[in-house]
Nanobody, 120 residues
Framework: VQLQASGGGLVQAGGSLRLSCAAS????????MGWYRQAPGKQRELVAG???????NYADSVKGRFTISRDNVKNTGYLQMNSLKPGDTAVYYC???????????????WGQGTQVTVSS
């Protein structure tokens, strides 16, 4: 199973970006998809997550600005980021708890990270 994150870039404060995380491989089910971020000198933190049933959760710092969603047919997750602030600058990583058809049980997978830079 592989996760491919995309959609990062440079944007001015107040702008928007949409991140995508495409899962591929021998996937039976994706039980949870999440987005984390890590800014320089800081620990990685959860930004948003979504269950297989579509229930989202958000960090307080992004509530009302970010929206997480997923397409279970395409095995792809999305993070719509609006009203971006310089404080949102970080490398964003996607994460998924996946049940594979090849390996028993649920496992944790990470994408490669995509840089989001918000200028003031």
């Amino acid at each position: 199973v592989q996760l491919q994150a995309s959609g990062g870039g440079l944007v001015q404060a107040g702008g928007s970006l949409r991140l995508s995380c495409a899962a591929s491989g021998s996937i039976f089910s994706i039980n949870y998809m999440g987005w984390y971020r890590q800014a320089p000198g800081k620990q990685r933190e959860l930004v948003a997550g979504i269950t297989s049933g579509g229930s989202p959760n958000y960090a307080d710092s992004v509530k009302g600005r970010f929206t997480i969603s997923r397409d279970n047919v395409k095995n792809t997750g999305y993070l719509q980021m609006n009203s971006l602030k310089p404080g949102d600058t970080a490398v964003y990583y996607c994460n998924a708890l996946v049940v594979s058809t090849a390996i028993p049980g649920e496992r944790d997978y990470w994408g490669q990270g995509t840089q989001v830079t918000v200028s003031s």
